[in-house]
């Protein structure tokens, strides 16, 4: 598949903080997924976009997808411990393309 | 969401040996899956895209006759590690695509030792 630019690779913060991480990508996607991936488990799907401009929430999760159809961004707001794991975009056009993750580590 | 079931989610096995991983919709029906393998803090590589009633169709590099691809049903496909190696000790995940949307949703993921 396409290869998606995801940043950052990884990030500590503090809980309560907000977090944000994003996609880039040099091709137009039909549809952006955002997926957190627990150690030793498959990764679940978070938020599903499907329209240019879109912004969906999924609780403290809000995600848009780029009005150029290259781009998506995820925010978490007032991250707590078990927003820990790891965050891949995916972007799909005829395949699903990974971004190659964000590792979150909350600090206590 | 819908759910992906992969089985099993450990397995150990001997050097040359097979082993058989199974990918189960249970609540849809997937012409289509995915099998990907994921080497630890990596991304997920996609091995194949596999077909129902069709042969499956394998990214540049993964050996086809290494990896068997089956998928018999609507609900099932099956990769095989043939001849295992301690090189393809890994984790294997499966998707199944759900809708004319192109949400994919993954099995829970199999973690294979070779020994």
């Known amino acids: 598949g396409q290869q998606l630019n995801q940043s950052p690779q990884s990030m500590f913060i503090q809980e309560g903080e907000d977090v944000s991480m994003n996609c880039t990508s040099s091709?137009?996607?039909?549809?952006w997924l955002w997926y957190k991936q627990d150690p030793g488990e498959g990764p679940v799907l978070l938020i599903a976009l499907y329209k240019a401009g879109e912004l969906t929430s999924n609780g403290r999760l809000t995600a848009q997808f780029g009005i150029t159809r290259k781009d998506s961004f995820l925010n978490i707001s007032a991250s707590i411990p078990s927003d820990v794991g790891i965050y891949f975009c995916a972007g799909h056009d005829y395949k699903l393309s990974f971004g190659a993750g964000t590792t979150v580590t909350v600090r206590a | 969401g819908a759910v992906v079931s992969q089985h099993p989610s450990r397995v150990i096995c001997k050097s040359g040996t097979s082993v058989k991983i199974e990918c189960r919709s249970l609540d849809f029906q997937a012409t289509t899956m995915f099998w990907y393998r994921q080497f630890p803090k990596q991304s997920l590589m996609l091995m194949a895209t596999s077909n129902e009633g069709s042969k499956a169709t394998y990214e540049q590099g993964v050996e086809k006759d290494k990896f068997l691809i089956n998928h018999a049903s609507l609900t099932l496909s099956t990769l095989t590690v043939t001849s295992a190696h301690p090189e393809d000790s890994s984790f294997y995940i499966c998707s199944a695509v759900s809708g004319a949307k192109g949400e994919a949703f993954f099995g829970q993921g199999t973690r294979l030792t070779v020994v």
């Open positions: 091709s137009i996607f039909n549809t």
